[in-house]
């Protein structure tokens, strides 16, 4: 729960931090939005009364922040499931799943599926942001942020993907790494394993990306 709250106090400090100066409808809403953010925090172990009041607080600050205030509903979860391919790359799918999850008024839809292939595994998550406020960058924290990093083994980036704002981070010493997309209000996360990373950004090139604008 504290790692959660510091997640979205985080979140909120950056929404503001993104204002410019004076007093806009904009700026007052993301001031508020970390404020309450602060009360939710605080109102850990005060009973679960003060916590609920908090966590509403916080809801109505997330809906304030996201803009004009407009109620988007995602795509159902058997659609998300519907585009995943069956195969990527050189791997077969051999799982897959969906679900519907619902916190403080927010919906998110998601479906996720499991690929494997002779030398190695890929995973592919596909998740309808158009719940959240804000989309893309309440989904993913470097949606807003410039990353490059390079340190012994691991290297870390956020770069434009066909268009696209994504995300990579691979590690050569474990062959592992992912890759993050966000297309349409969509979040499509790849994670590699026993993969290099030339191979992850070939299986990525097999997301159903233009399926998913079909979805809207």
Request: charged share 25%; net charge negative.
């Amino acid at each position: 729960m504290n790692r959660f709250l510091a997640s979205l106090l985080l979140c909120a400090m950056s929404i503001t931090a993104l204002s410019g100066c004076g007093p806009t409808p904009e700026e007052q809403a993301a001031n508020d939005l970390r404020e309450a953010a602060e009360n939710m925090e605080d109102a850990v172990g005060e009973g679960a009364e003060g916590l609920a009041d908090a966590m509403g607080a916080f809801g109505d600050a997330m809906n304030r922040a996201g803009g004009d205030g407009e109620n988007y509903e995602p795509v159902e979860r058997q659609a998300l499931a519907g585009v995943i391919p069956e195969s990527m790359a050189d791997m077969e799918r051999t799982s897959i799943e969906s679900a519907r999850d619902g916190v403080m008024g927010m919906t998110v839809t998601h479906a996720e599926a499991e690929f494997n292939g002779e030398n190695g595994s890929f995973t592919l998550k596909v998740t309808d942001l158009a719940g959240l406020p804000m989309g893309g960058f309440m989904g993913a924290a470097w949606a807003m942020a410039d990353i490059d990093r390079e340190s012994g083994t691991e290297i870390e980036r956020t770069f434009m993907y066909n268009g696209n704002r994504a995300y990579e981070k691979y590690n050569s010493a474990s062959n592992s790494g992912e890759m993050s997309v966000i297309v349409d209000g969509f979040l499509l996360e790849g994670r590699g394993r026993n993969m290099s990373r030339e191979q992850i950004q070939e299986t990525m090139g097999d997301a159903p990306i233009r399926e998913l604008g079909g979805l809207r």
